[in-house]
């Protein structure tokens, strides 16, 4: 419940943030979003990797005079039916997991266009991990079994680049602080892109992330990427970038950092957009 809460208080700032932003003239834009996913074969750590989950993410997107926020809360299993182990002892109860990462841009602070190639702008990045689950973690030369669901801090550098057929692609290199005393600092490299496209009369758009962390002290460098596939399905409506409709493949390697602890599951998916 303290966790919740926590996640909770990271959604009121940035809604307060935004608003406040809104009052001062200082927002762009801004966009907020559901989205339901279901699978069939994640691989809880343990388990045998045929684990039912269903995913309910709330995320909020702006940008304002200085620069952008992104927020989301993933509840899986919010129908509490879902199966979280392979002995279905896990499968009762919802998992929360949230991140807030707010970016400055150099190029909005200066006045200054510091675009240049495939360069666009130049920002200052950093993310909080909110999760609130226990997380079984194997770390170390022995594999002892770790216990953590601290928050970790992360701080750093971006890019956003200008790539042809992409609407945006952001390049982020961060520092780890994992506040779990078991874990050390460490980096990690994250990649955001987005790239509309249409094929006959459908809308598509190709989205997605990568996150590759590494040389964290205890724990194995670990790769998470969940590219999207979807169509614009309210375009056939009449209410074009309301409903997307598709797949997510997510794709994870030495999961929360152990070893060969693998997990590739094609997710269905609907998104429900409200700007």
């Known amino acids: 419940m303290k966790a919740l809460k926590k996640l909770g208080a990271g ?24 989205e339901y996913l279901y699978g069939t074969h994640y691989n809880q750590i343990g388990a045998d990797g045929h684990d039912t989950r269903s995913i309910v993410t709330i995320e909020h997107v702006d940008a304002w ?7 989301f809360v993933d509840i899986t299993n ?10 279905g002892s896990g499968g009762e109860f919802a998992t929360y997991y949230g991140e807030l990462s707010p970016r400055l841009s150099f190029g909005k602070i200066t006045g200054k266009d510091l675009s240049f190639g495939i360069f666009k702008d130049f920002l200052f990045t950093a993310t909080l991990e909110m999760p609130t689950a226990t997380v079984v973690q194997l770390g170390g030369a022995t594999n002892n079994l770790l216990l953590q669901n601290e928050q970790t801090y992360l701080y750093g550098l971006a890019t956003d680049l200008k790539l042809p057929g992409f609407a945006y692609f952001q390049v982020n290199l961060y520092r780890r602080d994992n506040q779990s005393s078991a874990v050390g600092a460490g980096g990690q490299l994250t990649l955001v892109w ?3 496209f249409s094929i006959g009369p459908a809308k ?3 989205e997605g992330f990568f996150d ?4 964290e002290s205890g724990l194995h460098d670990n790769i998470i990427t969940a590219p999207r596939l979807l169509v614009d399905a309210g375009d056939f409506f009449g209410a074009p970038g309301t409903v997307q409709v598709g797949c997510e493949w997510q794709i994870w390697r030495n999961q929360f950092g152990i070893k060969d602890e693998n997990e590739s599951v094609p997710q269905a998916m609907v998104k429900v957009i409200f700007n």
């Open 11 to 34: 959604l009121a700032a940035l809604m307060a943030m935004s608003a406040g932003n809104a009052h001062a003239g200082l927002a762009q834009w801004s966009s907020n979003n559901i």
């Open 65 to 71: 005079k200085y620069g952008d926020n992104f927020f």
């Open 78 to 87: 919010a129908d509490r039916q879902g199966k979280l182990g392979s002995n």
């Open 194 to 196: 987005g790239a509309p």
């Open 204 to 206: 598509m758009m190709f």
């Open 212 to 215: 590759y962390a590494f040389s």
